[in-house]
């Protein structure tokens, strides 16, 4: 059974390692937060200016002052520390957070990302999605395999506009675990009781 | 000390024309300088081009100068939500120059502080890198990136003392302090404005050299944009 | 929260050796890690290079590796106040990169934000400038300067939580921040060590994500350099 | 009667305009000070971190954690803050500080000015002359007009490696006050009891 996006979640959460600060996106990878082992300690970037990022704050206690890089209100844990976006960037482009994890349209064999412009539509913009993807060291891609037509989303080439070339490393979708690799996406692991056959039939690329 | 003090928004945008290229700092509603905001509405000028993250929602912020079509150009780095926005965009009314969210931070610091150009990878290989100069560093390519100066940058702190050092509360600092580098004059309003000694000097966000223009704001909504909230067990 | 916490300058000092790269805060005596120098000097390691702004005095801070030869090049802005420091350059023992003190820090910066290199005004028509690509911005040149890194970057706060958070007291905090963000591995000495939660979110000026280590040096002598004063009427 | 020192600094003194940020240099420029009109507020930047520095603090006040850029303990005025290295030239470079005031050993009629580096002699370093000369827009050099051999140092071409080029708008000595125009040095001002003959004899450079 494919999983659902609390599924894809968990599993992202198990590629977490103690003492990592790690950036999510919005969508799936907010989840992951829910998901965290008990046994490592891992603190949360938003890039609108926040490192120790907690969870939403409970009724009545919201701060207009105090929100995620999703304009969610949350709150901040014992230790949390407040920044500027300058700073906050210099945190992302310097490699100091070790693993981000965002949403994507499309990804390619290479490691191209494609989630932010759908030419011919409203084009929202990439935020801090393109300072993230050239930066770090360590990206996984949390997605539906393929998209709401049944298209693979996982590409030989990427057809939308790129937000970033080569980089990313790990996509988890709610079929399988593929890593990208020089000789394109190899299958790492497949979700309960779905067969090898239908995670190929729903990866175009290699 | 020198006093920075002017006595209300109207004061502080006075000399803020058509045309001009103005900042705003914000990060969505979060930090954005609501005071000014509406002086500027009541100005009526036009034609401005106006460098902010976001660009307000419908009925607040940016989007209070969309309704009444006084920008010709958004700078962002994304532009999701406001439906005003999105007619204006799609229709060709309104330009839009759309930046990498740290590329965006990182050109207003550069300006503010005399570099007139660096280099980053994000978005090498991507539309923003088309026409930018490429060079590899470490093994990666980096596209060159300049400087990004305004007329006027207008930001919004928590506190802030006659001479114009500012604090800042939780994430409203987001792009405030890189923008008060930049702007050729930059005017800060404040929740509460002190006397120069009230605030501890170790613990100011922006020197007031950066500040030329400085007033206590009448009233702030601090509107909330997505109120996400969990239950008490 | 992720703990940076060690013992001691010798357990945070463990994997220094001997012709690495280190960076050292502080601007002359202000704001120098004491116990982190102390502690190189007992490793007795050597064929160091060291980066920071100045070098010491004959008898404190980096005098004292001067004096035990452990260092083989001195990477500042200002090396006046040393006459070993003299002795040693002179006789061509000692190698010397002096680079302008704002190119240094924001070199410093730029390896800690990622940014690999960017232009400034600063030495150009200089023998700083000199093999260093020049162009021109807004019709003045500017020449190329690229990011500093360091094995190891050794700071020294005044107050610092067990994540690494620090806060600084007075002009002490000069080299400190900017050379935090540049080390591969950052070590922060503190005057007093507290429990996460205690500082203020809003006024930590170094984040903790940047520190590796942390300890609560055992003693500081913080020796004035220029004892200036002024009699009371 | 030529100027001393204390003379020197005065005479800059009058240059300040209400509302200006003020660098000043080691030696004669730290005098300037001491004499600010008092229908006027300026405030004094020190490169190594602070802005708003007051005068030397009372015997047995004195804190090592708060010195200038020459290294001496100074104090704090009112409405004073703090800053990193980083923030501190960003407002040099980024031309934040309306005027810096330093020494020199030379200084040629166009506007070169060397005051780091004797050949042959120990080089202790620029510090951050570099950085204050190539950015601001309004440089006073405050000097003597001749050297200890009573050569002139307001030359044609500096014969010392230079801190900066084109960049010194006025000069002041403890002969007379000079403009550094398109067509070289400009008298300006002669110090009491000093003859054009005298400042002309003593200034290489036109």
């Known amino acids: ?206 | 000390m020198i006093n920075k003090v002017v006595a209300s928004a109207e004061e502080a945008c006075r000399g803020i024309q058509s045309g001009m290229t103005i900042m705003l700092g914000g990060f969505g509603l979060c930090g954005i300088p609501e005071n000014c905001i509406s002086e500027l509405v009541k100005l009526k000028i036009n034609n401005l081009t106006c460098i902010s993250n976001n660009a307000g929602v419908d009925d607040f912020g940016l989007g209070f100068l969309l309704q009444q079509r006084q920008i010709k150009k958004m700078v962002s780095s994304y532009v999701g939500e406001n439906d005003e926005f999105e007619r204006q965009m799609l229709s060709g009314e309104l330009e839009v120059d759309l930046i990498p969210q740290g590329s965006l931070a990182e050109r207003c610091r550069a300006a503010g502080a005399g570099i007139p150009a660096f280099y980053t990878p994000a978005g090498y290989g991507t539309e923003v890198g088309e026409g930018k100069e490429v060079r590899i560093f470490n093994g990666k390519p980096h596209i060159l990136e300049e400087a990004l100066t305004a007329d006027y940058a207008i930001v919004k702190a928590w506190k802030g003392d006659k001479t114009g050092n500012l604090i800042f509360k939780g994430t409203a600092r987001n792009f405030n302090p890189a923008m008060a580098m930049a702007g050729k004059i930059t005017i800060a309003e404040v929740e509460e404005l002190v006397e120069p000694g009230e605030l501890d000097p170790n613990q100011i966000h922006v020197p007031g050299i950066f500040i030329q223009k400085i007033f206590e704001g009448d009233s702030y909504e601090k509107r909330i944009e997505q109120r996400t909230t969990r239950k008490k067990d």
């Open chain 1, 1 to 206: 059974m494919a999983l659902d996006k609390n599924g894809i979640a968990k599993r992202i959460a198990q590629e977490l390692q103690d003492r990592w600060y790690v950036n999510l996106g919005i969508g799936i990878p907010t989840l992951v937060a829910n998901h965290i082992p008990e046994e490592i300690s891992v603190d949360f970037q938003s890039e609108n200016g926040i490192l120790g990022m907690g969870p939403f704050p409970f009724e009545g206690e919201e701060d207009a002052d105090l929100i995620n890089a999703g304009k969610q209100t949350i709150t901040a844990l014992p230790g949390a520390v407040y920044f500027d976006s300058a700073t906050s960037f210099a945190m992302i482009r310097g490699q100091h957070v070790q693993l981000t994890v965002l949403g994507a349209m499309e990804v390619s064999e290479n490691g191209d990302i494609a989630n932010w412009k759908i030419p011919g539509k409203m084009v929202k913009g990439m935020g801090g999605a393109m300072d993230l993807v050239a930066s770090a060291d360590n990206i996984i891609v949390a997605m539906m395999h393929t998209n709401k037509k049944g298209e693979s989303k996982l590409l030989k080439q990427c057809s939308l506009p790129l937000t970033g070339v080569g980089c990313v490393k790990k996509v988890v979708t709610n079929l399988a675990v593929l890593d990208v690799t020089k000789e394109g996406f190899k299958l790492i692991e497949r979700a309960p009781g779905v067969s090898v056959e239908e995670i190929k039939k729903a990866t175009e690329g290699n």
